[in-house]
């Protein structure tokens, strides 16, 4: 049986020499230390040998083993180094090579245009209120007076969720409520931006969803006029002072009197333009004083209290400002037209 160790050892030593790579490294391995190799199957046959060979075999094949273990490892590391060796020669880097710049990412004009209105707004002294993009039929439509049968409500095609009465907002004016009830009966002037979602015809000027940006200001004395001065001074700082803007008598539930307003479209210089449905206004968003009904359900009294609220399109204004054709663009995640900005 020494003799037989003897056999394993030559034979084992020799067919590692001739090893180079990792996968018959692990051939070997397996051959010659796993469970089935002759060596453990002498280690399996010790019990059946005598009483004086078995220390003496015992011993031997233990050396074997150890011997056998070291010999696998310091070949494995050889190989290693050489893999190294080799991968630093034929994989050397060309540090002349200028690198790939990174591409940087950059905001979306939609968030672009939202921004600048808001830091107009900021600069005239409003506050910043978020609300929700999911309501109850209440705070959508019923709070703003317009009670279950009302006609108006034809206006605004909404996105029903699986929530019983809960459906997308389909504007804004949803959060006048919930600003008024935080804040009654102290004066607010605050607006809420956030995206709107219609079920719309989609077309070069409507979208199914869209930000706005909802404008309310309430306390005692404010008029139509703190409203149109606003909004123009809104135009002004968006587009300068020679920019012309424009009411025109309208209707909503939650407001009255109500109207829209329009800025001069600057695609055709007011000549008329598919963008502005060849009128030379682009509709940016509706307006009014805040109806007595809705001032009353945000918590104020209206014979004391009196507001003025609108609602701004602001894709319309970029469109505008950057003789964007077709608001379409805003969510075709084209990169030929978000790199523009
Ligand atoms: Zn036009």
């Excluded at 397996?30 to 469970?35: C, I, Q, T, Y």
């Excluded at 991968?87 to 790939?100: A, F, K, N, V």
């Excluded at 000027?205 to 909004?231: A, M, P, S």
Aim: charged share 25%.
């Amino acid at each position: 049986m020494l003799i037989e160790l003897d056999q394993i050892e030559q034979i084992a030593l020799q067919s590692l020499e001739s090893i180079q790579d990792e996968a018959s490294l692990e051939n070997w391995r397996v051959a010659n230390l796993g469970r089935s190799s002759p060596l453990m199957q002498i280690f399996d046959q010790l019990g059946k040998l005598s009483k004086e060979e078995r220390p003496v075999i015992g011993r031997r094949a233990n050396e074997l083993k150890r011997a056998l273990e070291s010999a696998f490892s310091t070949r494995s590391e050889a190989l290693r180094q050489s893999a190294l060796q080799h991968s630093l020669q034929s994989e050397r880097l060309d540090i002349t090579l200028p690198g790939r710049a990174l591409s940087m990412g950059r905001l979306h004009p939609a968030t672009i245009s939202v921004r600048e209105v808001v830091r107009a707004f900021a600069d005239m002294g409003f506050q910043v209120y978020r609300s929700p993009e999911a309501e109850t039929d209440e705070y959508n439509f019923g709070l703003l007076n317009m009670p279950p049968h009302h006609p108006a409500r034809d206006m605004y095609d909404t996105f029903y969720t699986n929530m019983p009465n809960v459906s997308l907002r389909p504007h804004t004016s949803p959060g006048q409520i919930h600003v008024m009830r935080q804040y009654a009966p102290e004066p607010i002037r605050a607006i809420l931006p956030g995206m709107c979602y219609r079920y719309e015809q989609i077309s070069s000027r409507h979208e199914t969803q869209f930000n706005q940006i909802e404008v309310l200001v309430v306390g005692e004395n404010i008029t139509l006029g703190d409203l149109k001065g606003t909004l123009g001074d809104l135009a002004h700082r968006l587009f300068g002072q020679k920019f012309r803007t424009r009411f025109r008598a309208s209707y909503f539930p939650f407001t009255e009197p109500s109207a829209e307003f329009d800025f001069e479209c600057l695609l055709c210089s007011g000549k008329g333009c598919s963008v502005c449905a060849w009128t030379g206004w682009l509709e940016i968003g509706g307006c009014g004083m805040v109806h007595p009904v809705v001032l009353q359900n945000g918590g104020y009294n209206p014979e004391k209290f009196s507001g003025f609220a609108a609602g701004l399109g602001t894709e319309r204004i970029m469109m505008l400002k950057h003789r964007i054709e077709d608001i379409r663009n805003f969510w075709a995640n084209d990169m030929r037209f978000l790199e523009q900005f």
